[in-house]
C-alpha cells in the first residue's frame, strides 16, 4: 500500500500495482559470496579461497568453490584461523583461472555478502590486473542489513557466527568460504523475512531499506503515480510551483520512482527531493523530443538543481569583426553583421585558448581600437616583434591584410589549413628543441581550436538546411518522426504500426512551427538542441526521408584532422591548476585539544 496525503484525512492509501512494485525479492537470483585471504587489504593480500551459493525464491540453486594459489606464503595466523595451509592451495588454481569462472557463476545476479566491500573490494581489485571489466553488479549487504533490523536485545553486534546462531543457522561459519555463505544464505532468509512483514517486497525497495534513505524521500513516493509510462520530461516543484530540477526519461513514472529508492545516492537530489511538493509531466513523441524539450525548459526556467543547461545565453563566441582591418572579439551575442563567428565555447578560457592558437598561426592584430583607412595609429609592440603587419601605421594595405582575414574565416567555414599547418610546424620545432612544456602548451591551443571548428562546421552544415524529414523505428515497430528547420526541431511524432508513415509525416510538415533563419552557426535553436539533432541523425537507423537544400561537410573541414585531435588528447597530462575535481580525503589532521 502506498500512503498518498489528502486534506480530508491527511493520508490516503492506494493499492500498487505491480509494476510499481519493481523486481519482487521472490524473483531475484542472489548470489551470496565469501572469501579467504592472506591479510585484509587487496593491495597486500591475495584470495585464497572463493566460496558462493546461488539462491532464489529460498530455493538453492547452485553451489560453487575453489581454493586458490595465491603464489605467496600463507601467514601462520591466517592459516590457524581458516584451516587453508600452502599445501592445500599448491595445486589449486591461480586467480586469473579461478575468478572468470566466478564470474560466469554469478553472470546476471545479485551479489550478496556479509561486509560485502571486504569481499567485493577484493573481487574488483583483481579484475584490474586480469583485463576484466567488473560487472555492474548490485549487491546487498547482510551486515547492514541486520544493522538496520536487529536491535541490541535481539543481537549483541552483527558478526556472521552471531547472527547465524540468532537465525538458527543450518551451517556454522568456520572461516571456511562455502560454510560462511551458506551460512550467509541462512542470515539473509532470516533478514529477508523481517524486512518482508515491514513492506520490503521487492528489490528496490530492499536497496532502500539497506541505504538508509530519508523518510522525507520514501513519503513522497506518490508523487510518481499520477505520471504515465511515456517519453517526456518531468519537472519538480516546490510549494510554490517554482522549478527546482528538471529532467527527461523514456518513462517517466519508472524515471520518477528512482529519486525516492536507493539508486539515487546525490545528495542535492534527496534534498530537492525533500522541498518537492508535486511533478509535472511533458509528454513527448519520442526520446529526441524528450531531450530537446528538457534543454528547452532548463534555459527558460533556470531550475535551483540542474547544473548544465541553465544559461546558453552566457555562451561566448570568437567574432572576426566588420571593419577594413578586422580583429578577433569575444561576444555573447550574435548579429545578422555578415561577421564570422566561431563557437559557441562554454567559457571565456576555452574562447581565449582557441584566440591564441589563431594569433600564433596569423598575425591578426591584436589591438581593440578602430583603424582608420586615412590616419595612422602608434605601433604596439607586436608590430616591433613582427607578430603583427602593422596596419595602424599602414604598413600593410586593407588588400593585404585581407588574406589574414579570410585565412581565419576560411578555417572556420572549411579548411583550416591556414592555422594548422603553421602551428603543427611550431610544436615540431619546439619538440626538437626539447621544449616540451611548450610545445604541449601550443598542442593544447590547436586542439581547442580545432574542437571548435569541428563543432561549427557540423553545425553550419544543419543550421544552413531549411527543411529536414527524418525518421527512425521505433522500440514497438513503428516510426519515429522528426521535421527540422535551420537546426531545430519544430514538429516531432509516431507513426503506429502497421501504419503508412507518409500521411503522418506529411501531417507533421503542415503542422510544424514556423521560423524565421537568425545569424550565426545557431540561428534558431541552442548549440546543445542542434547537437542532439545530429546524434540523432548521425546512425544509420535513422533514415533522412527529404531535405530541402544541401546538408553537407567541406571536403577538407577540420574533421580531417581527428585522428590528431585523438592522439593529441590521450597524450595530454590534467593541469593540476585546472583539474576541478574533487580530491578525496584520505586522513585529517588531528584536532588540537586545550
Known amino acids: 500500500m502506498v500512503a498518498v496525503p489528502t486534506l480530508s484525512t491527511g493520508r490516503r492509501y492506494v493499492q500498487a500495482t505491480f509494476d510499481e512494485l519493481g523486481e519482487p525479492l521472490r524473483e531475484v537470483t542472489f548470489v551470496v559470496v565469501d572469501l579467504e585471504t592472506t591479510g585484509g587489504s587487496p593491495a597486500a593480500s591475495a584470495v585464497t579461497e572463493i566460496g558462493a551459493v546461488k539462491v532464489r525464491g529460498g530455493e538453492v540453486l547452485g553451489e560453487f568453490q575453489t581454493l586458490v594459489n595465491p603464489r605467496v606464503g600463507i601467514p601462520p595466523f591466517i592459516a590457524v584461523l581458516t584451516g587453508i595451509t600452502d599445501a592445500m ?18 553472470h546476471g545476479s545479485v551479489l550478496v555478502a556479509h561486509n560485502a566491500p571486504f569481499d567485493l573490494g577484493f573481487l ?5 590486473p586480469l583485463n576484466l571489466s567488473w560487472p555492474a553488479f548490485r549487491h546487498v549487504d547482510t551486515a547492514v542489513l541486520a544493522r538496520r533490523v536487529l536491535t541490541r536485545d535481539e543481537s549483541p553486534n552483527c558478526k556472521l557466527a552471531t547472527l547465524a546462531r540468532v537465525f538458527r543457522s543450518g551451517t556454522e561459519p568456520c572461516h571456511r568460504a562455502l560454510a560462511d555463505a551458506r551460512a550467509t544464505v541462512d542470515v539473509l532468509h532470516g533478514l529477508l523475512e523481517r524486512v518482508g512483514n515491514l513492506g520490503v517486497q521487492s528489490l528496490d525497495e530492499l536497496q532502500t531499506f539497506t541505504h538508509q534513505v530519508s523518510d522525507a524521500q520514501r513519503r513522497k513516493r506518490y508523487l510518481a503515480e499520477p505520471l504515465p509510462h511515456a517519453p517526456g520530461c518531468y519537472v519538480f ?13 523514456k518513462d517517466l513514472r519508472s524515471r520518477v520512482r528512482n529519486y525516492f529508492v536507493s539508486s539515487e545516492t546525490r545528495s542535492r537530489m534527496r534534498e530537492m527531493v525533500g522541498l518537492a511538493e508535486r511533478v509535472d509531466a511533458v509528454v513527448c513523441a519520442h526520446a529526441l523530443e524528450a531531450e530537446v524539450r528538457e534543454l528547452r525548459l532548463i534555459a527558460e526556467h533556470k531550475p535551483r538543481y540542474n547544473r548544465r543547461s541553465k544559461f546558453p545565453e552566457r555562451a561566448i563566441y570568437l567574432k572576426l569583426t566588420v571593419e577594413p582591418f578586422p580583429r578577433l572579439s569575444m561576444v555573447r551575442e550574435v548579429q545578422a553583421d555578415g561577421a564570422t563567428y566561431l563557437g559557441p565555447f562554454s567559457s571565456r578560457a576555452t574562447a581565449e585558448l582557441a584566440m591564441t592558437a589563431v594569433h600564433d598561426a596569423v598575425p591578426l592584430r591584436q589591438c581593440t581600437t578602430r583603424l582608420s583607412v586615412r590616419r595612422t595609429s602608434p605601433a604596439c609592440v607586436l608590430a616591433e616583434i613582427r607578430r603583427c603587419g602593422a596596419p595602424c601605421q599602414h604598413r600593410e594595405s586593407v588588400r593585404d591584410y ?7 574565416a ?13 602551428l603543427l610546424a611550431r610544436i615540431a620545432a619546439l619538440s626538437r628543441a626539447q621544449r616540451y612544456e611548450d610545445a ?11 574542437r571548435s571548428c569541428i563543432r561549427v562546421q557540423r553545425l553550419y552544415g544543419l543550421t544552413r538546411v531549411p527543411q529536414l524529414v527524418a525518421a527512425r523505428r521505433s522500440g514497438c515497430g513503428g516510426w519515429e518522426l522528426s521535421v527540422i528547420r535551420y537546426g531545430r526541431l519544430v514538429a516531432a511524432g509516431v507513426a503506429p504500426v502497421g501504419a503508412a508513415p507518409r500521411p503522418y509525416i506529411d501531417a507533421l510538415v503542415a503542422t510544424a512551427e514556423s521560423i524565421v533563419r537568425g545569424p550565426g552557426p545557431t540561428p534558431c535553436a541552442t548549440a546543445a538542441e542542434t547537437e542532439c539533432l545530429l546524434r540523432w541523425l548521425d546512425p544509420p537507423e535513422t533514415r533522412i526521408v527529404e531535405v530541402e537544400g544541401t546538408w553537407a561537410s567541406p571536403a577538407g573541414s577540420a574533421a580531417r584532422m581527428r585522428n590528431w585531435l585523438a592522439e593529441a588528447e590521450s597524450g595530454r597530462d590534467p593541469d593540476p591548476f585546472t583539474d576541478r575535481r574533487r580530491l578525496r580525503v584520505d586522513s585529517r589532521p588531528a584536532r588540537a585539544s586545550a
Open 89 to 106: 592451495v599448491a595445486a589449486a588454481p591461480a586467480i586469473d583461472s579461478a575468478l572468470p569462472a566466478f564470474l560466469e557463476f554469478a
Open 124 to 128: 574488483r581489485a583483481n579484475c584490474q
Open 237 to 249: 516543484r516546490d510549494g510554490q510551483g517554482r522549478a527546482l530540477y528538471i529532467g527527461k526519461s
Open 402 to 408: 585581407a588574406r589574414h582575414a579570410a585565412a581565419f
Open 410 to 422: 576560411t578555417a572556420v567555414d572549411g579548411d583550416p589549413a591556414a592555422v594548422v599547418t603553421p
Open 440 to 450: 604541449a602548451t601550443a598542442r593544447n591551443r590547436l586542439a581547442t581550436f580545432l
